[in-house]
């Protein structure tokens, strides 16, 4: 059972960074918009959610 769970964590950990990189592609869109649009209230929250999944991104490297 271990060897199984071995097994998948690899996989499960590229699927994770490939989740990650589309998340972080919708949140700098977003960012962007909100930079255009001078709203600084999304320019926080996009900032704030990019350095979560830059964070996590940083995890499942090491």
Same mark, same amino acid.
């Given at each position: 059972m271990k ?8 996989? #499960? ?5 490939g989740?990650?990189? @589309? =998340? ?9 918009? !909100?930079m255009?649009?001078?709203? #600084?209230?999304?320019k ?5 959610? @990019? =350095? ?6 940083l995890?499942?490297? !090491?």
């Open positions: 060897q199984v769970i071995k097994a998948a964590q690899p996989r #499960e950990i590229k699927n994770r960074i989740v990650i990189q @589309l =998340e972080l592609d919708y949140e700098l869109a977003t960012l962007f918009e !909100a255009e649009e001078n709203n #600084e209230d999304q926080s929250a996009s900032k704030q959610r @990019l =350095e979560k999944l830059r964070r996590e991104w995890k499942l490297q !090491a």
